[in-house]
Nanobody
Framework: QVQLVESGGGLVQAGGSLRLSCAAS????????MGWFRQAPGKEREFVSA????????NYADSVKGRFTVSRDNAKNTVYLQMNSLKPEDTAVYYC???????????????????WGQGTQVTVSS
């Protein structure tokens, strides 16, 4: 069992930055590929980014490439999402998720992830 707690959301103006954190407790954090997803009002949850167990490989949705950066600190059991040049369309609840994946494949499908946090709201004003 893994417990995930996101933090760092808030209200920011367009063009601004936020850094989300997701702290994990429970089973060995380094065994998990970690992902970020988001859900905007009235829309389905979508993949944002993910990072392999060692942090050596990452993947991003096209909509955030070049603006968002995912990273992790296995010593702190934490994964981060640095979000720069934020746009109003980035407004959503952001979730982190853990995939018990002993390989190096990064999945963008929700069903591949075993554990989810409760989400943190990010609102970008125009």
């Amino acid at each position: 069992q893994v417990q995930l707690v996101e933090s760092g959301g808030g209200l920011v103006q367009a063009g601004g930055s936020l850094r989300l954190s997701c702290a994990a407790s429970g089973r060995t954090f380094s065994h998990y590929v970690m992902g970020w997803f988001r859900q905007a009002p009235g829309k389905e949850r979508e993949f944002v980014s993910a990072i392999t167990r060692s942090g050596g490989s990452t993947n991003y949705a096209d909509s955030v490439k070049g603006r968002f950066t995912v990273s992790r600190d296995n010593a702190k059991n934490t994964v981060y999402l640095q979000m720069n040049s934020l746009k109003p369309e980035d407004t959503a609840v952001y979730y982190c998720a853990a995939d018990l994946n002993l390989g190096s494949i990064i999945y963008s499908q929700e069903y591949k992830y075993d554990y989810w946090g409760q989400g943190t709201q990010v609102t970008v004003s125009s």
